[in-house]
């Protein structure tokens, strides 16, 4: 079974999902399934957000599906933005 991978734009209050707070993505795999976000260091780390967003928990954010092509451009935007910060 090939990886089955859905990104989500994590979207508060004035955010737009082509310039999100944040990016979630999971992963399907033949083991389960694996939700992560990406930190500010620009690695996937394991997280609740998409779990807790489907069950209707309030999170603050709304989640929006959004491409795989998307989700690399809002990738590059972040590391451009928070590479700018860290340094």
Request: proline share 2%.
């Amino acid at each position: 079974m090939a990886n089955n991978v859905r990104y989500f734009a994590i979207v508060r209050n004035g955010d737009s999902p082509e310039r999100p707070s944040g990016l979630a993505r999971r992963t399907v795999t033949s083991q389960g399934r694996l939700d992560e976000t990406l930190r500010r260091d620009l690695t996937w780390t394991r997280d609740s957000a998409i779990y807790e967003w489907e069950r209707g928990e309030e999170m603050g954010a709304e989640l929006i599906e959004i491409s795989e092509a998307d989700a690399e451009r809002v990738i590059q935007g972040f590391r451009q933005e928070w590479g700018a910060q860290q340094g």
